[in-house]
T-cell receptor
Framework: AQKITQTQPGMFVQEKEAVTLDCTYD???????LFWYKQPSSGEMIFLIY??????QNATEGRYSLNFQKARKSANLVISASQLGDSAMYFC???????????FGAGTILRVKS | DTAVSQTPKYLVTQMGNDKSIKCEQN?????MYWYKQDSKKFLKIMFS???????INETVPNRFSPKSPDKAHLNLHINSLELGDSAVYFC??????????????FGQGTRLTVV
């Protein structure tokens, strides 16, 4: 069974607008972490933001925020004021408890239009 | 000042050859990983090492052999390369803080093309 599901293969957003990238996850472990990574066309994997399962508040990092809805098992990434440089592949990932691996979703390609 | 560096960045080789990819991290992390990203961009873990000990081996063919001489290095050796091995291989490292809170830092990737 898929642990991480990203249902949007591709998204378009107008420059300066906000965009939400969806991520749902599946785990029975009460302790887990959720992560978002950005992969631009140059290929590197850039860590963006982290949300812990016990965190009471949604994580924010600059223009990135994570809309964490625990009961729905969703961890959507919100990018505010989109910039052309935000065009990239975005991956949602999860680490369970003391697990030694990140499990990734299939990714969402985001294209920012000028 | 690269945190996780892997070499080479590009590797083109013929079927049947043996090749190695090297990875080093200067973050002082105790866990290192190899991930494979296929042509559809799907990322899947291959191996995880913690303090030089193999922790995870995700049903990777025996032709793939990781080696960790110390906790700052994790190399990947591949024997008898096949066309299906063509992919981007990422090295990563993390420092375990428990409760799933550990982000992984990735190297820039090695694009392996088997012809």
């Amino acid at each position: 069974a898929q642990k991480i599901t990203q249902t949007q293969p591709g998204m378009f957003v107008q420059e300066k607008e906000a965009v939400t990238l969806d991520c749902t996850y599946d785990t029975s472990d009460p302790s887990y972490g959720l992560f978002w990574y950005k992969q631009p066309s140059s290929g590197e994997m850039i860590f963006l933001i982290y949300q812990g399962s016990y965190d009471q508040q949604n994580a924010t990092e600059g223009r990135y925020s994570l809309n964490f809805q625990k009961a729905r098992k969703s961890a959507n990434l919100v990018i505010s004021a989109s910039q052309l440089g935000d065009s990239a592949m975005y991956f949602c990932a999860m680490r369970e408890g003391d697990g030694n691996k990140l499990v990734f979703g299939a990714g969402t390609i985001l294209r920012v239009k000028s | 000042d690269t945190a996780v560096s892997q070499t080479p960045k590009y590797l083109v080789t013929q079927m049947g050859n043996d090749k190695s990819i090297k990875c080093e991290q200067n973050l002082g992390h105790d866990t290192m990983y190899w991930y494979k990203q296929d042509s559809k961009k799907f990322l899947k873990i291959m191996f995880s090492y913690n303090n030089k000990e193999l922790i995870i081996n995700e049903t990777v063919p025996n032709r793939f052999s990781p080696k960790s001489p110390d906790k700052a290095h994790l190399n990947l050796h591949i024997n008898s390369l096949e066309l299906g091995d063509s992919a981007v291989y990422f090295c990563a490292s993390s420092q375990d803080r428990g409760q799933g809170s550990t982000e992984a830092f990735f190297g820039q990737g090695t694009r392996l093309t088997v012809v």
